[in-house]
């Protein structure tokens, strides 16, 4: 069975074996599932390269949490506009995606800014400040109740290293950590959620990635963060406060073990 796409000049061509199709100015080659060709690669890492300036200066005015996809495709040719589209419309179900969807995120409403949290950098003396983070007015509400709590039982507490994400942060995420998985969508797809189907977006069930005041958060060793008091104290407590685990190491929707992702799950009206 295959499933044809065109976006504009550029071919996108699924195949349940092998995926999409790059590069319409060197003619169409089919994108094996488990790694991006030579060339598809350069054209990645070109496209992250134009992208970053621009990523890190609305993340440091805090308002990357809220990009849309208007603002990230307006900077960029029409080759980078077309890369960025057929990751967008990858085929999520084909790909072995089994978490839900959640709907595209375009913007946070009824979000409260988080910033000024002060950890230190992981391995380094120095201390940074997280950038400003977006949580649904309800979720920081439980949350700063939660960390109180957490502080007066064992004196720490952890802070919101990522909480709202709009869907065109999310593609810009899924495309930059590529590298980090050996250029396979196959393998990405277990630790980076395609836009539309991450927790970050989804306000009625919003996750948050937490950090420790030490900076560890678990991403390079997810056994880090299972050690520390703070997750311990959340395995037995979070419940009270609507949070509960989205991926713990018996998960069955595919993704890995995340130690620090936290998803809300009391109804929000």
């Not at 071919?11 to 349940?16: E, K, R």
């Not at 029409?78 to 419309?89: A, E, M, N, Q």
């Not at 992981?122 to 509400?141: F, G, N, S, T």
Request: glycine residues 8%; proline residues 5%; hydrophobic residues 35%.
């Amino acid at each position: 069975m295959t499933l044809i796409r065109c976006v504009r000049s550029f071919s996108f061509a699924v195949v349940v074996a092998a995926v999409v199709c790059f590069g319409a100015d060197r003619g169409c080659a089919l994108v094996d599932l488990d790694r991006l060709s030579e060339r598809q690669i350069v054209d990645v890492k070109e496209l992250i390269t134009r992208l970053s300036p621009f990523i890190t200066a609305r993340e440091q005015e805090g308002t990357l949490p809220t990009l849309t996809f208007e603002s990230l495709y307006a900077r960029l040719g029409k080759k980078d506009r077309t890369i960025l589209s057929v990751f967008r419309h990858l085929p999520a179900k084909k790909i072995g995606v089994k978490i839900p969807f959640r709907g595209m995120a375009t913007g946070g409403k009824g979000m409260i800014l988080v910033k000024g949290q002060i950890v230190k950098a992981k391995d380094r003396p120095e201390a940074k400040e997280i950038a400003p983070q977006y949580l649904p007015i309800i979720v920081y509400d439980y949350y700063q109740v939660m960390m109180g709590d957490m502080e007066k039982s064992i004196g720490r507490r952890l802070y919101v290293e990522s909480g709202y994400r709009s869907s065109a942060h999310q593609l810009y995420l899924f495309i930059f950590y590529l590298k980090n998985h050996g250029y396979s969508i196959r393998e990405t797809v277990k630790y980076v959620a395609l836009p539309g189907y991450s927790e970050h977006g989804d306000p009625r069930h919003q996750a948050i990635d937490f950090i420790n005041e030490k900076g560890i958060n678990g991403e390079d060793d997810p056994k880090e963060f299972e050690d520390l008091p703070e997750y311990r104290w959340l395995v037995k407590n979070a419940g009270k406060y609507g949070f509960e685990l989205s991926y713990p190491k018996d998960s069955k929707d595919g993704l890995t073990y995340e130690p620090w992702h936290w998803r809300f799950t009391k109804n929000i009206p």
